[in-house]
């Protein structure tokens, strides 16, 4: 078989695969659970940012971490723009209903474009371990698949917790999984320049997930009333189950 093919299917099948098992662990739980466990998916991105995308980000040779830094808190500003122009566009009401705009609506599409360029990453790495070797490309397909559940876990809990229905979720992140596809066939065809541009990629992906946590799902939890020993505790698990889960891969 062809090795674009090869790649494309990995892609594929690493895509669907990690979204069908989050989705399957998620749509079993009412929206009112999904609400709670906005703690966990907190967890679960800061932890996803710093333990996992940043590090390999930073590992990367022949960079300067200044450069990394500075596109990560042009990032930050960029989102910040993104959501405040949604919410000059769209608020009519009280503060109340700011809020729940800030928290519910545009949360979800900020995690969403950060994802993709998560699934993008994703796709270019596929390519190179499949280049390498098919036996390199089966394990890290099955490494990425098993890394993104937990964070696709979180994606599904927040795009709940919005308001999306589980079609709407499910169509939405099935469609950022597709960007692993474009990274993929980028890695295929050039992959030393895309091997140049992932570092940064990573940084623009890690900080999509710091600022809907920090700005977004951490200002929710004050709101939300609970328990705070219930929070800490799904924030913890959150934060764990990335590197155990990275663990028990490796």
């Known amino acids: 078989m062809h090795t674009l093919t090869l790649i494309l299917l990995a892609c594929l099948a690493g895509g669907l695969i990690s979204i069908a098992a989050a989705a399957a662990l998620v749509f079993r739980l009412s929206r009112r659970a999904t609400g709670v466990l906005v703690a966990f998916a907190a967890g679960a991105m800061l932890s996803t940012a710093f333990l ?11 960079l300067t971490p200044e450069s990394l ?14 959501e405040r122009l949604a919410l000059w566009r769209h608020s009519h009401g009280d503060c109340a209903q700011h809020d729940g705009h800030h928290a519910t609506t545009t949360a979800p599409l900020l995690i969403l474009i950060g994802d993709s360029f998560h699934n993008f990453v ?25 890394h993104e559940i937990p964070q696709e876990m979180g994606d599904f809990i927040l795009l709940r917790n919005g308001g999306w229905s589980k079609t709407r979720a499910f169509i939405a992140n099935g469609g950022s999984s597709l960007c692993s596809i474009l990274g993929g066939v980028l890695g ?10 992932l570092p940064y990629v990573l940084v ?3 900080a999509s997930f710091i600022y809907v946590a920090l700005a977004d799902l951490l200002p929710l939890l004050h709101k939300q009333g609970d328990n705070f020993p219930r929070q800490a505790a799904l924030i913890a698990a959150g934060v764990a189950v990335v590197p155990l889960v990275g663990w028990l891969v490796h």
């Open 52 to 62: 996992d995308v940043l590090p390999e980000a930073f590992a990367s040779p022949g």
């Open 188 to 197: 295929y065809f050039m992959l030393a320049s895309a091997h140049e541009a």
């Open 69 to 82: 830094f500075a596109v990560m808190l042009a990032t930050l500003f960029v989102f910040f723009a993104l």
């Open 204 to 206: 623009i992906a890690a």
């Open 122 to 146: 994703d796709g270019i790495l596929i390519a190179a371990a499949v280049i390498a070797g098919p036996l390199v490309g089966a394990t890290t397909t099955i490494a990425i698949i098993a």
